[in-house]
């Protein structure tokens, strides 16, 4: 059975790497849940590995910023290596606190200058405090990998304190020019997003972050409503979309 390799990538404090390995098992690929000093240690775990998943949590329990420490320490030591991962077409996805840090690495837009996850805002449903609900997210994006084939709209949980996306405005119009849009909130927009933006994708559309959380959501039975007859919107179509592309790197 073709069953790529994806690689869960792990920080003192991340807490969603079971849910996400269990979403990538659901659907084919052969996850392997990783501490990142481990790969510091051993970088084949990285280049072996045919998709990467940097998953929620609040990794080095958000010291000095949301994923601030986690992607220093990938910057300082794997680089070069992340690069090459996805200059080889291998896809990344980052969620929640793994968007975060993917915003601060580079590897998404902004390198944490032209682009931040800020504090819930103000005047939102969350009204500037920390939100645990549901969300309606539309996919807005033909360039990436993860969404170009997701045609209706999906459901999935959100939890976070610092989720707003804001950006400059020339940021935004590259953004929306250059199809790099992932992910819009379609109902209500639960922390103030610019532009109801709930993820973005890099420009070659195999790195994907998103603060909602699609992992939590691959089985019917994980919706609240699920026992009221509530069906639909599932997100295992994204993992299936990112699964699918990586058997192609193998």
């Not at 990538?9 to 996400?20: E, K, Y």
């Not at 972050?209 to 639909?232: I, K, T, Y």
Request: net charge negative; charged share 20%; proline share 6%.
């Amino acid at each position: 059975m073709n069953r790529p390799r994806a690689l869960v990538l792990r920080a003192p404090g991340t807490n969603r790497d079971g849910d996400a390995a269990f979403a990538l098992d659901l659907v084919g690929a052969d996850p392997r849940r990783v501490l990142v000093s481990e790969v510091f240690d051993n970088p084949k775990l990285l280049h072996e590995s045919q998709l990467l998943v940097i998953p929620g949590g609040f990794s080095f329990a958000d010291a000095l910023g949301a994923g601030r420490l986690f992607a220093l320490e990938l910057v300082t030591r794997l680089s070069e290596e992340l690069a090459e991962f996805v200059e080889a077409g291998k896809p990344v996805i980052g969620i929640c606190n793994g968007f975060q840090v993917l915003v601060r690495t580079g590897l998404l837009p902004g390198a944490g200058l032209t682009v931040a996850l800020g504090q819930n805002a103000v005047g939102s449903t969350s009204n500037g405090k920390f939100i645990c609900d549901w969300v309606l997210l539309q996919p807005a994006s033909k360039r990436s990998i993860w969404t170009a084939r997701l045609t209706e709209e999906i459901e999935c949980p959100i939890a976070h304190g610092e989720g707003r996306f804001v950006c400059d405005p020339e940021t935004l119009a590259a953004l929306q020019a250059n199809d790099q849009i992932a992910f819009r909130y379609a109902a209500d927009n639960p922390n103030g997003s610019l532009d109801d933006i709930a993820g973005i994708c890099d420009d070659t559309g195999l790195v994907l972050g998103l603060m909602p959380h699609p992992e939590d959501h691959v089985l019917p039975r994980q919706h609240p409503q699920s026992l009221r007859g509530h069906r639909g919107g599932l997100a295992r179509r994204l993992f299936e979309a990112g699964v699918d592309h990586a058997k192609e790197t193998r």
